[in-house]
């Protein structure tokens, strides 16, 4: 390879990555501030509020899996400059994110008291869980509107409108989430309810833009007919490869409550300082994130192309790039661990549990990154079934066993799940390596 195509290549990374990234820079930083908002009305409200957040989130992440499988086909058919599919595609998907939304706003509604009971947490936090929950999900449509929408936008190589439509719909979370926690402008302070609305219209407004700029997109021009008329062919297009990335989801999503409800047990305080270190260490994700967006768009885009080599040179130059930016990320977390807990809580104990598990989780990041983009370029050549089945094995065979034994049965504190997580992500890493070094996604 020349040094002017790989000049080229690392533009054309950069160029689609760095919307993703910022786009979740602004994520964690809504996410933060709203955390440390929380934060100050005690370890209750925080456990509280992290609990409601994580379940609505994962729970509609299983969903909005049909954002992964037309993401994938929208690269393939952009390249092929097949935009009549790319619109169709589109429409199809927002049909399912919304009839999917609705149904998982219902048993949110309904289950929410039921699941939160079988959680080891206090029960002043399960009290005040359940009723977060409810708020939150009444919004899980909207969430996955904006969640497929923004998918699909990316799988076009649009990642900065999806990054101005993330912007505008924190933004609006951040202004409402403060008004209402502390009861600003005139309206009632609602503590932690607070954060709940703001987050839920937050995510109503998020989806309603989205529709809106995929409506206006020259290459797209989405109508309400390609949204209503049900087109079997394409939903089983998109069925087809949403369905492992749904599973890989619900292994990961599952696995994320199962792991919360087991660490709920550690006590408030340790609890409290995981939540706090799940948000710092998110930060350093979005370098990962933002490639493993990029591995998947340009490997589906020059599969359509019709250029598999060049397809397989990106993965593996955007694995590089990954793997040392997030190497980076991981130095300056460590460093500043103590601090960055400081920020969301005044408890010394909490800041001390919160900054051990944030210096731990160091020693996943180099991995977290191979696993974010060979698993994105996997799945942008529609390869959905491997990271599913790797997440699977990484999550319930590994870490959940492991964590009962050491947690629920021996007792150990909360770091002890961080190590075990870091041991997930390396052996996730070394199967993904070798899947997409097989070449046999090129089939």
């Not at 950069?14 to 996410?31: D, S, T, Y």
């Not at 550690?266 to 370098?287: C, D, R, T, Y």
């Not at 799945?379 to 065979?397: C, E, K």
């Amino acid at each position: 390879m020349s040094l002017a195509i790989k000049q080229y290549m690392n533009r054309q990374i950069i160029k689609l990555a760095w919307p993703v990234i910022f786009e979740g820079v602004v994520i964690v930083a809504v996410n933060v501030l709203i955390t440390a908002m929380v934060g100050r009305l005690g370890a209750v409200p925080l456990a509280a509020v992290g609990l409601a957040v994580m379940m609505q989130f994962s729970a509609a992440m299983i969903f909005a899996a049909a954002g992964t499988g037309a993401a994938a086909i929208v690269a393939r058919e952009t390249g092929a400059c097949h935009w009549q599919e790319v619109r169709k595609i589109t429409g199809q998907a927002i049909l399912l994110g919304g009839g999917l939304g609705i149904a998982l706003a219902v048993l949110g509604l309904v289950l929410a008291k039921p699941i939160l009971d079988l959680t080891a947490a206090d029960p002043e936090i399960n009290r005040l869980a359940t009723v977060l929950v409810k708020i939150s999900f009444g919004f899980t449509p909207f969430f996955l509107l904006m969640s497929i929408g923004n998918a699909i936008l990316r799988g076009m190589g649009r990642t900065r409108i999806a990054f101005y439509i993330t912007i505008f719909s924190n933004t609006l979370a951040l202004i409402i989430a403060y008004t209402l926690v502390f009861g600003y402008a005139g309206m009632p302070a609602l503590g932690p309810y607070g954060a709940a609305w703001g987050l839920g219209v937050s995510q109503l407004a998020g989806g309603l833009a989205a529709l809106a700029v995929l409506r206006r997109r020259e290459t797209v021009g989405l109508a309400l007919r390609d949204i209503l008329t049900v087109d079997k062919a394409v939903i089983q297009r998109i069925v087809a490869i949403s369905v492992p990335a749904a599973l890989e989801q619900l292994a990961m999503q599952g696995g994320r409550m199962v792991f919360m409800f087991m660490l709920a047990g550690v006590g408030a305080v340790q609890f409290a300082a995981h939540q706090i270190a799940v948000q710092i260490e998110s930060m350093s994700f979005m370098p990962g994130f933002g490639f493993s967006i990029a591995a998947m768009t340009l490997v589906g885009q020059y599969l359509g192309k019709g250029m598999p080599h060049r397809a397989e040179q990106f993965a593996w130059l955007t694995n590089k790039i990954a793997f040392w930016s997030m190497a980076v990320m991981g130095v300056i977390i460590f460093v500043f661990a103590r601090p960055l807990a400081a920020l969301f809580i005044d408890d010394p104990a909490v800041i001390y549990w919160g900054s051990l598990c944030v210096m731990v989780a160091v020693l996943e990041q180099p991995t977290i990154a191979l696993c974010f983009v060979l698993g994105g370029a996997l799945r942008g050549a529609g390869d959905t079934r491997w990271p599913m089945y790797v997440t699977t094995l990484g999550v319930w065979l590994i870490r959940l066993p492991l964590v009962y034994v050491f947690i629920i049965v021996w007792g150990y504190d909360i770091t002890a799940a961080w190590y075990i997580t870091a041991g997930d992500f390396l052996i996730r890493s070394a199967i993904l390596w070798r899947r997409f070094g097989s070449r046999k996604w090129m089939k």
